[in-house]
């Protein structure tokens, strides 16, 4: 199988950090506001007019691996996103939209991770691995938007690479033509993603990287994003964040860092 370039995963990768961190402002933005009473109870079945937002930009992405050596890399990369009744899209993250009762909304998720895996020949430290793949996620995820932030979680599953779960909390303040996002949040994966992507089978060990069986744990990370309104259907973006990876990973002797560091910055229009 072709191997797919490290610059190419970079980019990608970028893509879907700063999606994923910007997506919230701009949909709000966009008057997606899941507390509207048109739109309560199941999506089929409401009142909600079925209004499609959409729009193009781009950007460029600052950000770390865990692995020792892999180094970092500073890429630019597109950014579409796209929203309508039925459907909300980021980058590789297509949320089905099921239902909002007083402000908790459902989705069934789907979600391609470009951030996981790597090529053996992405570090020394891989050298004579076998390349670990991304993989397709999919599971609930839920909303609960209050007037003191917004509580998001969800539960996905990727088939024989485990579980994950996460939970986050994050606040948007409106300063003028700014908005500003604090965010902090908690992700529980399992020993089979650990050991999927941070384990060593007996046929991978060498001297200095002996065998390892990953076990579950968790990451927390804390974040701001910054959103300036330039005028009404154009958006700059900044994100500045954190992640603490737990000991199931910081053990793995192909591991080197315990702090990953993520800034991202973009430019976003809206055409609808």
Do not use: C
């Amino acid at each position: 199988m072709k191997k797919t370039p490290l610059l190419v995963r970079q980019i990608l990768l970028a893509v879907v950090s700063i999606a994923l961190s910007f997506g919230t402002a701009w949909a709000d933005d966009n008057g997606t506001d899941q507390n509207d009473a048109e739109n309560s109870g199941l999506t089929i079945l409401n009142n909600a007019t079925n209004v499609t937002h959409w729009g193009l930009g781009a950007g460029v992405g600052f950000g770390e691996s865990p692995y020792s050596g892999y180094g970092t890399k500073v890429v630019p990369f597109p950014l579409v996103t796209f929203d309508n009744k039925w459907v909300h899209v980021q980058a590789t993250t297509v949320d089905v939209k099921i239902g909002s009762w007083s402000g908790v909304s459902l989705a069934l998720r789907g979600y391609y991770s470009l951030r996981d895996g790597y090529n053996q020949s992405d570090a020394p430290i891989l050298n004579g691995m076998e390349d670990r793949k991304g993989a397709f996620w999919y599971g609930p995820a839920l909303a609960w938007h209050t007037a003191y932030g917004t509580v998001s979680g969800s539960y996905l599953l990727g088939g024989n690479k485990g579980e994950r779960a996460r939970i986050d909390y994050s606040k948007a303040f409106d300063i003028g033509d700014f908005s500003i996002t604090p965010h902090v949040g908690v992700e529980w994966l399992s020993s089979d993603y650990v050991d999927y992507y941070y384990g060593v089978r007996p046929s991978e060990a060498r001297p200095g990287r002996p065998a390892y069986t990953g076990t579950a744990t968790w990451n927390t990370s804390v974040g701001t994003s910054v959103v300036y309104r330039l005028t009404k259907q154009q958006r700059i973006a900044l994100n500045v964040g954190v992640s603490h990876l737990g000991n199931g990973i910081t053990d793995s002797p192909l591991v080197g860092k315990r702090f990953i560091p993520e800034i991202s910055i973009g430019y976003n229009y809206q055409f609808r």
